[in-house]
């Protein structure tokens, strides 16, 4: 990332152009326009059984071949926030440029800040066309599927615009992982996973369908753990205050209307943000997705993906794998 560089011809100057710079940019980073860039993950794609189960899942829904209508990118003012539902897009990060100029007398301050970062269950029976809508009008296509080889649990979402706070964000989750062992009380945590639910709208109008999440045994060892990732994270300066003020609500998300895609030949509507899940909550809402260890915990990036499919991981701190015998 470019260093800005501040010049004038007062030290006076210099530091008005400062603070006005900072200004800006705290405005930016609270602004819904900047998007988040990264977040701390529980990887539940490292399970190669659900994302079988989750591209099955997708394949009944959409066809046999698991595909729908072509569906085309189009240029779209609309950002998607994670912090709102907790899930990840393939938008690519945008750029933005902030230029100022002070002049006070014969000041002259010139400022150019870039590149800061925008943020295993059989198939089903697919109903005959006779008995049902069809996916375009009931608001389905396979872009507002997630991704199978990215399925996680998120548990904090992070705007880390510059170097330096992508390095302070790895060092805070590095630092605390024998906190968050601690909060597992030094054992494994499993998670349950069973059925469907609507976060958003009613189930005719969804905007967020995702799978419930669970903790075998019902001690709060994985809530304490994530307690700790928050705070921390909190304490170092690297959380919005609204986005610490809100309450874990842990949920693996299979399918949401923010991520959809759009064709050259629609005209994008308010009704075509969300989706009719009425027939697939019929069909999966007692859905076993299954039990899972949760293995890690990772710092991830947004937009970038590793070899393996999932988000880019800038850090990560394991979690407990088996019992510690005294």
């Not at 591209?55 to 009944?60: D, E, N, R, S, V």
């Not at 071949?65 to 912090?83: L, P, Q």
């Not at 109903?127 to 608001?139: D, I, Y």
């Not at 302070?168 to 601690?182: G, M, R, W, Y």
Request: hydrophobic share 40%; charged share 25%; proline share 4%.
């Amino acid at each position: 990332m470019p260093i800005a560089l501040i010049e004038g011809s007062s030290a006076d100057g210099v530091a008005r152009a400062s603070k006005k710079i900072q200004a800006i940019i705290d405005e930016t980073v609270q602004s819904r326009s900047l998007d988040y860039s990264h977040f701390v993950s529980l990887p539940l794609a490292i399970h190669p059984e659900l994302v079988d189960k989750l591209l099955l899942f997708q394949k009944c829904i959409l066809g046999t071949d698991g595909s729908s209508a072509d569906v085309i990118d189009t240029e779209s003012s609309e950002h998607i926030s994670e912090g709102e539902d907790g899930e990840g897009s393939d938008q690519p990060v945008s750029n933005v440029a902030v230029k100022l100029n002070v002049e006070d007398g014969h000041e002259q301050v010139k400022v150019d800040i870039t590149r800061i970062p925008l943020v295993s269950y059989a198939p089903k029976a697919k109903p005959k066309a006779s008995e049902s809508s069809s996916l375009s009008e009931l608001g389905i296509d396979e872009s507002i599927f997630i991704k199978p080889k990215t399925f996680h649990l998120t548990v904090l979402m992070l705007k880390l615009w510059n170097k330096e706070r992508v390095a302070l964000a790895t060092e805070v989750l590095q630092s605390i992982s024998s906190k968050v062992i601690d909060a597992l009380d030094n054992r494994p945590i499993f998670i349950r996973l069973k059925g469907l639910d609507c976060m958003k709208g009613s189930l005719a109008k969804a905007r967020v369908l995702y799978v419930p999440v669970g903790e075998i045994g019902s001690e709060g060892r994985l809530l304490r753990a994530c307690q700790v990732i928050i705070n921390a994270y909190t304490e170092a300066g690297l959380v919005l205050e609204r986005d610490a003020k809100q309450t874990l609500k842990l949920h693996a998300t299979v399918m949401n209307a923010r991520h959809r895609k759009w064709k050259k030949t629609k005209t994008r509507t308010k009704m075509a943000d969300s989706f009719d899940a009425r027939g697939i909550f019929k069909q999966y809402g007692s859905e076993e997705w299954g039990d899972y260890l949760i293995r890690e915990a990772h710092l991830s990036q947004r937009f970038v993906f590793d070899d393996n499919g999932y988000y880019h991981r800038c850090a990560s701190i394991p979690f407990p794998e088996r019992m510690q015998l005294d």
